[in-house]
């Protein structure tokens, strides 16, 4: 069974550019996370869907991002325009649960803005 | 607020046991996690625990107090491959499953 996997790998945009990151989920996940480690710091929660919706999204650090989840499988983390301070590498996990249910990590992207 | 502490680095001896703490304080709780996470790779599960005690799995324990607000891995029979960061997370709330990290601790396996 495929597990989390994300794309790209590695994203190196200049400020003021446009990225957008994606994730693919393990099948009939219905929850899927993204997260975000700055350098030095804790891996931090950015949002969270259940199928297409949007459960909490209390960790998102400003307008300039963007989460979709269309049709409730794969989602998209746009990031318009990039500052310096979004480098970090962005975690996507999902699970069949919420609470108390094991997540599944992808390998992440890192994102670099110069 | 919520804060999870958890040592930075350690270091330990292969074939010897380590032990790498958690201590947390979060607004609410509802199990905690820990994920072995190798360079450059994906973090992976290694065990939760909701309810006080000792979970074993094979060479990985691990304990919760949630009075204490805190938990500890424990790993034996350490090996090489071991070497990595362990992240320890707590869900917060029973409303989402998202987790809140600590730091992680990096271990490093000696021969």
């Known amino acids: 069974e495929a597990g989390v996997t994300q794309f790209p790998s590695h994203s190196v945009i200049e400020k003021g550019q446009t990225v957008t990151l994606r994730c693919d989920p393990i099948?009939?996940?219905?929850?899927l996370y993204w997260y975000r480690r700055v350098m030095g710091k804790e891996i931090k929660f950015l949002l969270h869907f259940v199928k297409e919706s949007k459960q909490d999204e209390s960790g998102m650090p400003n307008n300039r991002f963007l989460a979709e989840r269309t049709g409730g499988t794969y989602s998209t983390l746009k990031v318009q325009p990039a500052e310096l301070e979004d480098s970090g590498v962005y975690f996507c996990?999902?699970?069949?649960?919420?609470?108390?249910?094991?997540?599944?990590f992808g390998q992440g992207t890192r994102l670099t803005v110069v | 607020g919520q804060n999870i502490d958890q040592p930075t680095e350690m270091t330990a001896t292969e074939g010897a046991i380590v032990q790498i703490n958690c201590t947390y304080q979060t607004s609410g709780f509802n199990g905690l996690f820990w994920y072995q996470q190798h360079a450059g790779e994906a973090p992976t599960f290694l065990s939760y625990n909701v309810l006080d005690g000792l979970e074993e799995k094979g060479r990985f324990s691990s304990f919760l107090s949630r009075s204490k607000g805190y938990s500890y891995l424990l790993l034996k029979e350490l090996q090489m491959k071991d070497s990595a960061s362990y992240l320890c997370a707590v869900h917060g709330s029973s409303n989402t499953g998202k987790l809140i990290f600590g730091q992680g601790t990096t271990l490093q396996v000696k021969p």
């Open positions: 099948s009939g996940h219905d929850n």
């Open positions: 996990a999902s699970s069949e649960g919420g609470t108390g249910t094991e997540a599944f």
